[in-house]
């Protein structure tokens, strides 16, 4: 914790309306400036304790506070650091650290994702059936069950996908562990894409976990050596630009020159990350699109809207295609509660604001929910298939973009 970061807050309450959290329990301990407190109690001396290790880790980590705050507090990083603490010296009971230690030898490795799709097609109709059940006896797993996407069938995606007509840029494309693995439909249209508006695309075999997950938890460690690994991956792919279609994947990309040091922060400068819907905004398009007669309602990811300041965009990039009309969704600056794994850890909270997120989603009519990440459309999905109504399906900005451009009926 840093104490020059926290004596930038002037506790002026801007960001208690922009808290999910202060938005649910109207607690002060549970808003920005009230965790910020927090911080400085135990930087001046006062031991952390399991009461202080439950508001931090209430915390989404969704970034709003820092779009509203007119003092420029770093929460994002005050929160990081804040994490690692409680991590190193907070002792968690048995059922949380078994709950965190399945998590963390299972999401960050794509291999481990993969080996679940088949568990995961075979049992969709019985963790329906039993996730009430299990609600009951552990809350945390009946979320897993309940959050995990139907088995999509695996795409094998080149090593090298070429521009179609004159090549415009050469970049490299972040697959991503979940977004890899529950969603390989995202990044096969993201590659799709590209392609059409005329840059040749790389995606490197050997790329792993970006380590968003551990650095957004408090494990800092292990995000530098998941950061130095993608760091290589793509110098050895040759390119110097990588675009990333997850927003979380993409904000803690953007921090690698942050969390690393000395050669390796050097490196994280060399290479350029971007997100799509901002990489395409500033390319330009070049590909006809064709008519999508669609009314999309437009979710922003915290970490897309927050952490890199991405709103307008994704939705020029969507209002441009021909025939959809864009619907903005009430309250968009407030979190869909899956922040992560906040969702597994946190599943009450995250359950509260999936259900508050999904009810103004249906209240603006519309037939389609773009994401721009995959932990938000497991979470949302999830969330409108509770309310028992008719599903909105979910896509990403490319999926969209993809059907445009290929001119299909709908979006795939």
């Known amino acids: 914790m840093d104490p020059e970061l926290i004596k930038d807050c002037v506790h002026c309450g801007f960001c208690l309306p922009t ?3 202060y938005v649910l329990w109207g607690e002060e301990m549970d808003s920005p400036r009230g965790r910020i407190h927090l911080m400085k109690q135990h930087v001046e001396g006062t031991p952390l304790t399991p009461e202080m290790a439950g508001h931090f880790d209430a915390c989404l980590g969704c970034m709003a506070c820092v779009t509203a705050c007119p003092s420029g507090v770093r929460y994002d990083r005050l929160i990081e650091r804040t994490r690692a603490e409680v991590e190193r010296t907070h002792v968690r009971q048995p059922d949380d650290r078994a709950l965190r230690a399945l998590i963390f030898q299972l999401f960050p490795y794509p291999r481990r994702l993969r080996a679940m799709r088949l568990p995961l097609r075979l049992s969709a109709g019985l963790r329906r059936r039993i996730t009430p059940r299990l609600e009951r006896i552990n809350p945390s797993l009946a979320a897993m069950a309940d959050l995990a996407p139907p088995a999509q069938a695996g795409v094998r995606l080149p090593r090298r996908v070429t521009a179609r007509g004159r090549r415009r840029a050469t970049v490299g494309m972040l697959t991503g562990c979940v977004q890899g693995e529950f ?6 249209a993201t590659a799709r894409v ?6 040749d695309v790389v995606i490197p075999a050997s790329q792993g976990c970006c380590g968003a997950l551990s650095l957004h938890s408090g494990r800092p460690r292990e995000a530098a050596r998941f950061a130095r690994r993608t760091v290589v991956a793509f110098e050895r792919a040759g390119v110097a630009t990588v675009v990333v279609n997850a927003a979380g994947c993409g904000s803690t990309m953007k921090e690698y020159a942050e969390i690393l040091e000395g050669e390796w922060a050097e490196r994280a400068r060399a290479i350029r990350t971007v ?5 395409l905004a500033e390319l330009g398009p070049a590909a006809e699109r064709h008519p999508l007669p669609l009314t999309v309602a437009y979710h922003d990811a915290c970490h897309l809207a927050h952490a890199q300041g991405i709103r307008s965009e994704p939705r020029r990039l969507l209002a441009a295609v021909p025939g959809l009309e864009l619907r903005e969704i009430s309250e968009s600056a407030i979190c869909c509660g899956s922040a992560g794994i906040y969702n597994l850890l946190q599943p009450e909270a995250a359950r509260d604001l999936g259900d508050r997120k999904a009810e103004r989603v249906l209240a603006t009519g519309a037939d389609l929910l773009v994401s721009a990440n995959p932990g938000c459309t497991m979470q949302i999905t999830s969330a409108l298939r509770r309310r028992g109504a008719e599903p909105i399906p979910v896509a990403h900005t490319a999926q969209v973009l993809d059907a445009s451009l290929r001119g299909l009926a709908k979006v795939r």
């Not at 969603?183 to 096969?188: C, K, L, S």
Request: proline share 10%; with cysteine; net charge negative.
């Open 275 to 279: 997100d799509l819907a901002e990489y």
């Open 194 to 199: 590209l392609a059409m508006e005329g840059c």
């Open 183 to 188: 969603f390989p439909q995202v990044n096969a």
């Open 19 to 21: 808290c999910p959290t």
